[in-house]
């Protein structure tokens, strides 16, 4: 996969994750986060992990694309549990 096709996956607002199995940044591997921004090289973005205030600066090869969760069109899920009549 070349870095043109992970920057087209990659743009302001996707969720992304940081790949595993890496010796550089330990305690960012498996989070994921937003990204916020691109920046000043093209190889490189600026992403919220989720928890985090700040944004992180990352080349693209750390990062892997998430794909955006779809709620299912329909009838609302049942939640378990007593309802008081009103």
Do not use: W
């Not at 591997?29 to 000043?40: D, H, M």
């Not at 992403?47 to 600066?57: I, L, R």
Request: hydrophobic fraction near 35%; charge should be positive.
């Amino acid at each position: 996969m070349s870095d043109d096709s992970i920057e087209a996956k990659l743009s302001i607002g996707s969720r992304c994750q940081m790949k595993v199995g890496g010796r550089r940044s330990q305690r960012l591997q498996g989070r994921k986060g937003t990204v916020v921004g691109f920046a000043q090289t093209r190889n490189a973005v600026r992403v919220v992990f989720d928890g985090y205030k700040s944004p992180q600066t990352l080349h693209l090869s750390y990062l892997l694309a998430v794909p955006p969760t779809v709620m299912p069109i329909g009838d609302p899920p049942e939640i378990s549990g007593e309802q008081t009549e009103v």
